[in-house]
């Protein structure tokens, strides 16, 4: 397969797709998309890994996103296991969400910063990629703030932690605070109708830019309400060169490029 396009972040593993999944996985193999499947506890990471196994354009992340740390203790011999997988190529979602919590406090926060933690270390000793979900509190940098900070402190002790932020919604300033710690940012198919993306995306170095759906969530304005999946990724590229003001083949390869570097494939 000749891969045009990286979709860094997927759920194609979700129940929304257990009916055209095979279908969609082989269209994206047509139109040259390969994908990141990425699990958000034990159960999706354990089917993502099986897709990447099937599928020689699919790839898997395993790890325990912040919104599920009350339900699962995070079983890192489990995670392990999984991640010795040849196609496993980085270790996520995880991080910090302060948006969704319905009851949100300290001790939420203590939580979900402790399992951030296990995953740094975890990611650190597999010299693989974070991915990193990170959702502060409505009109806010909150959880931004905290993420840089707990980020800078990892890289002291683990100076080749790198990584990937998803579907990155902070300003500029955390932006450039994040990509000196080696990370890089992520749009998704908002990009294509929301405009709050456009300062960031104009403002950082193209080669710390990667393009991600969140498929199942976030379709493009095309489809706008409907399932999203991989195929979205093509939309984001190509949103991306025109905020930019810059060549959709050039911006495309440079996509290509810069997730192939992350994700070592
Ligand atoms: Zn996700």
Redesign the pocket.
């Known amino acids: 397969m000749n891969v045009r396009y990286i979709d860094a ?3 194609l593993q979700f129940e929304q797709y257990e009916k055209d999944g095979e279908e969609l996985i082989e269209k994206m193999s047509q139109e040259g998309v390969t994908g990141i499947v ?1 699990g ?1 506890d034990l159960e999706t990471s354990e089917k993502a890994v099986a897709l990447a196994e099937k599928y020689e354009h699919l790839y898997a992340s395993v790890g325990l ?1 912040p919104n599920n740390a009350g339900h699962e203790i995070f079983d890192e011999e489990a995670y392990r296991a999984l991640a010795m997988h040849p196609k496993v190529v980085a270790i996520g ?1 995880c991080g910090l969400d302060y948006f969704r919590p319905i009851e949100m406090n300290d001790e939420v926060k203590h939580t979900q910063k402790e399992l951030l933690h296990k995953h740094i270390t975890f990611a650190a000793s597999l010299n693989k990629p974070l991915i990193i ?1 990170c959702r502060p509190t409505k009109g806010t940098t909150d959880a931004y703030r905290d993420l840089i900070e707990i980020l800078k402190e990892a890289k002291a002790v683990h100076p080749k932690l790198y990584g990937d932020i ?2 990155f919604v902070g300003d500029v300033e955390d932006a450039h605070a994040l990509i000196a710690l080696d990370f890089t940012l992520s749009f998704t198919a908002v990009i294509t109708f929301a405009r709050d993306y456009d300062e960031v995306i104009k403002a950082v170095p193209l080669a710390s830019i990667l393009s991600e759906t ?1 498929a199942p ?1 976030l379709a493009p304005a095309s489809r706008r309400g409907k399932r999203n999946d991989p195929l979205a990724a093509i939309e984001v590229v190509n949103k991306i060169a025109e905020i930019r003001g810059e060549d959709a083949e050039l911006v495309r390869e440079a996509l290509l490029t810069n997730a192939k570097r992350v994700f070592a494939l």
Do not use: G, M, R, S
């Open positions: 972040h997927c759920h990425v958000c996103h979602e979900h998803h579907f969140d969530y």
